[in-house]
């Protein structure tokens, strides 16, 4: 059974910085690609950031230069490290993953809150 643990969430000041981490365990099969998503109160969840296998990154609009997500393949953890934080990124992170087989398992973590706040 895979499991996604999140970490790294916690309440910081606009303009600060923190990094989430999530690792994947219990599972053997490859994984493809992985994500952060983020849910607000009242909002749908939206993607945050993804990579693929090869390290191919994309990013949400609102967050290009400031948000960097990366991937160590031989851990399966994936980072993302934020910056220049503002009030509209309080939201709860997910993390996901998808694996390198038939039916492409997709796998979310629990979620680690984010509050940017004065």
């Known amino acids: 059974q895979v499991q996604l643990m999140e970490s790294g969430g916690g309440l910081v000041q606009p303009g600060g910085s923190l990094k989430l981490s999530c690792a994947a365990s219990?599972?053997?099969?490859?994984?493809?690609?992985m994500a952060w998503y983020r849910q607000a109160p009242g909002k749908e969840r939206e993607l945050v950031a993804a990579?693929?296998?090869?390290?191919?990154?994309n990013y949400a609009d609102s967050v290009k230069g400031r948000f960097t997500i990366s991937r160590d393949n031989a851990r399966n953890t994936v980072y993302l490290q934020m910056n220049s934080l503002k009030p509209d990124d309080t939201a709860v992170y997910f993390c996901?993953?998808?694996?390198?087989?038939?039916?492409?398992?997709?796998?979310w973590g629990q979620g680690t809150q984010v509050t940017v706040s004065s």
């Open positions: 990579i693929t296998s090869g390290s191919r990154t």
């Open positions: 219990g599972s053997h099969v490859a994984i493809n690609g």
């Open positions: 996901y993953a998808d694996l390198f087989d038939h039916d492409r398992s997709r796998y």
